[in-house]
């Protein structure tokens, strides 16, 4: 999980490697470098431990006028950060310099081959393997840079996107991936590499993918991509429609609060890019209604955020399509005995594309026969290339690690998914169909007046609570299934231990932990339930709990709630995404109040991509 990014071209490249490192840190952030090359001069290389920050001020002084050089910026893996661990690494005799997103497997076993060739090895990291197996490849063969990598790529076994720097091949980038992401891109000052496409948007939306096991080389002014045959291949550029604005925080003080405001507008978007005259339309997905029809039961596979997507998502298909879902996480999902059918339908969701266990799950389904249908944010990820059905939701570059925007935009593509499904299978009416998108259609409004109304209670009460250590958020349905995603975000945000529960069950066991003033938010939006939900928080009341409501106005919980959250009337399928705008926002509070690093979560990164 790191961010790798290079340049080659006309101007300097120290500024571009640092701009775009520091848009590409939110994918890990314990230790960095870059390496620069002055037209046929040495290659000079730079490291430091932590952020970018560190490193800029290690070269501040130093004068770095090479127009060609990689960066990375890192998230361990192999080796405790480190300054030795960073990259770039080089060769024994510094021939090859490479950075590296991904790890590489039999990295031990190429260590017992090489040092049986005298290689010697200075680092902890299966990177530094990498370019001594290059190297070794390349004078063993007396061989260029293509047959080199493609020799290393046929041989080592992992993850890896690698930009690398040839001694002898002065004005060059070659780079190469296998199933960590790479774009690449040109414009007239240059030709551009990075691990995502925050990191060279300003430079040029003309963006290049290529597939797995295949290479490039970057020249000052034109791109070669090759096969792993080492024959020439022709690729064609895709247009991103992303400002460099969303990629930067618009003047809010982090990326997730900016994200937070960004749901009205993103949630409409991915509805429209779906929906057009009250007609819910998969074909760029190509996922046909037949094909919806045909499907026997649903798998739903994912890890973290993407995961409660799923819960939701399972609750609304089975109660509105009446076929059987299951919900499953990733990383349990690949090794469980499954019993899947020809005709089930696996659907992946996955906010980088990038998850190693949800690609893995992917990939497990696919190998079994199972239809594959992907709901992911990263146009050209892995996941999404690999699906047989994409649909992607149109979030926009995700930066906060901490979703919020893309989780909102998966929900709708759930709904759409469960309506179309119904519609289908004929579990609903054309009327019943209609009148589900058109209450679909209102809730950017709805989000909208909830940051206006509600933000600056929740501010008010999150202050009150930046010392609490522990939280519990309880609901029934698709309450609780929205609760688990409140709960995450306090988590993984304001380091607060936190849990949700289905409300009926808090009296198994948990409601000993309930005491004076202990934080209890009890999400209450499903009419045909609500009574139960409280009634178990007043049970919770009884003992000391402080409870927090959010509900709709229509529901009264004021006999019960010590602070009462207000959200707008919808669907009783669509409230998670009306719920969770105040469970985002409360998350966001405490951890501002705790004073946390909001945007870039202790041990945590944007995308795990691996296992
Ligand atoms: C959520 O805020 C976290 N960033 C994390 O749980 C995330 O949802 C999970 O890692 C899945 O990521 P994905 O959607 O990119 O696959």
């Known amino acids: 999980m790191c961010g790798i990014v290079g340049y080659n071209g006309k101007n300097k490249a120290i500024d571009i490697l640092l701009d775009g490192l520091s848009k590409l840190e939110y994918r890990g952030y314990d230790s960095a470098g870059i390496a620069i090359r002055e037209k046929n001069k040495e290659i000079e290389i730079y490291k430091a431990k932590g952020k970018i920050a560190n490193l800029k001020e290690k070269i501040q002084n130093k004068k770095l006028n090479g127009t060609c050089g990689i960066g990375h910026t890192r998230w361990a893996t192999h080796g405790e950060p480190s300054e030795n661990n960073a990259h770039p690494h080089i060769s024994n005799d510094g021939t090859i310099t490479i950075v590296h997103n991904g790890i590489i497997e039999n990295y031990q076993e190429i260590i017992n081959k090489l040092e049986k060739h005298g290689y010697k090895f200075y680092s902890e990291t299966d ?40 001694k002898g091949y002065p004005d060059e980038v070659w780079v190469a991936r296998k199933d960590s992401p790479m774009v690449i891109g040109k414009n007239d000052d240059g030709t551009y590499l990075a691990s995502d496409v925050p990191a060279i948007l300003k430079y040029t939306n003309n963006i290049y993918y290529i597939d797995n096991m295949e290479a490039a080389c970057l020249k000052k002014d034109t791109i070669i991509f090759y096969d792993l045959n ?52 998969f074909s760029k997905g190509n996922l046909s209604k037949d094909t919806l029809k045909d499907t026997r039961e649903i798998h739903i596979v994912a890890c973290g955020s ?41 659907v992946i969701i996955s906010q980088s594309g990038e998850t190693a266990d949800s690609l893995a799950a992917l990939r497990k389904a696919k190998e079994m026969g199972v239809k594959t249908l992907a709901i992911v944010n990263v146009v050209g990820s892995s996941i999404a290339r690999e699906a047989d059905y994409v649909l992607y939701t149109l979030a926009g570059p995700e930066i906060a690690v901490a979703t919020t925007k893309a989780f909102s935009t998966q929900l709708i593509v759930a709904y759409l998914l469960a309506i179309q499904i119904a519609y289908a299978k004929k579990t609903i009416t054309k009327n019943k169909y209609n009148e589900l998108l058109n209450e679909l259609s209102l809730l950017p409004n709805k989000i909208k007046e909830i940051l206006a109304k509600e933000i600056n209670r929740i501010q008010k009460i999150s202050s009150e609570f930046s010392n609490i250590q522990d939280a519990f958020y309880i609901g029934r349905g698709l309450d609780y299934a929205i609760s688990l995603e409140g709960s995450l975000k306090l988590k993984e945000i304001s380091y607060t231990h936190s ?113």
């Open 230 to 281: 080492g024959d020439v291949i022709d690729k064609k550029p895709k247009k991103i429609d992303w400002d460099m604005a969303a990629a930067e925080k618009d003047g809010y003080e982090h990326f997730m609060i900016k994200e937070i405001f960004e749901q009205p507008d993103v949630v409409g978007k991915t509805i429209n890019s779906f929906v057009s005259n009250n007609e819910i339309d």
């Open 127 to 166: 990177t530094e393997v990498l370019a001594n197996i290059i190297d070794y490849y390349y004078k063993k063969y007396k061989i260029g840079p293509i047959d080199a990598i493609n020799r290393t790529m046929v041989r080592v076994r992992g993850s890896y996107a690698i930009a690398v720097m040839f």
């Open 306 to 346: 993407a995961y409660h997507v799923g819960v939701c998502a399972s609750y609304i298909i089975e109660d509105l399509a009446k076929v059987p879902t299951r919900v499953d996480i990733a990383s349990e999902f690949r090794y469980r005995k499954l019993l899947l059918n020809k005709n089930d339908l696996v």
């Open 499 to 611: 849990e949700a529960y289905a409300a009926g069950e808090l009296k198994h066991g948990t409601i000993s932990l309930i005491e004076e003033n202990t934080l209890v938010i009890g999400v209450v939006t499903q009419e045909d339930i609500y009574e139960k939900t409280i009634s178990n928080l007043t049970e919770v009341k009884a003992r000391g709990g402080y409870i927090l409501t959010i509900s709709p106005s229509k529901i009264d919980v004021s006999k019960t709630a010590n602070y009462q959250i207000v959200i707008p009337e919808t669907n009783k399928y669509f409230y998670p995404s009306l719920a969770v705008i105040p469970l985002q926002l409360l998350g966001y509070y405490i951890a501002v109040s705790k004073g946390a690093d909001v945007d870039k979560p202790r041990n945590l990164a944007k995308s795990v991509t691996v296992e």
